[in-house]
Nanobody, 116 residues
Framework: VQLVESGGGLVQPGGSLRLSCKAS????????MKWARQSPGKGLEWVST???????YYADSVEGRFTISRDNSKNTIYLQMDRLETSDTAVYYC???????????RGQGTQVTVSS
């Protein structure tokens, strides 16, 4: 299993970023995928999930601002992040499958910094 995130960076409050996660090493289209994030000094926090049938779920803190999607032809999931807030600053990880966040495969992460 390999998961490679990209798209992080520095953005001002109110701005947008789009994260990508390229997956390989497994049958992507059938698998539930997640985004989670970790801020300095805090544990891993679930952000969003997309199922194989494309049903989506969001944490209350990002509902209405973030959109998760997948392109099975590219083995890739995305996280469109709009109206970013300073509290969204974190390393964002892509994770594969169901189960507790600390027990399932994840990528190396991509840093998102929201600051003026």
């Amino acid at each position: 299993v390999q998961l490679v995130e990209s798209g992080g960076g520095l953005v001002q409050p109110g701005g947008s970023l789009r994260l990508s996660c390229k997956a390989s090493g497994f049958t992507f289209s059938d698998v539930q995928m997640k985004w989670a994030r970790q801020s300095p000094g805090k544990g891993l926090e679930w952000v969003s999930t997309i199922l194989g049938d494309r049903r989506t779920y969001y944490a209350d803190s990002v509902e209405g601002r973030f959109t998760i999607s997948r392109d099975n032809s590219k083995n890739t999931i995305y996280l469109q992040m709009d109206r970013l807030e300073t509290s969204d600053t974190a390393v964002y990880y892509c994770l594969k499958g169901a189960g507790p966040l600390d027990s399932i495969p994840r990528g190396q992460g991509t840093q998102v910094t929201v600051s003026s």
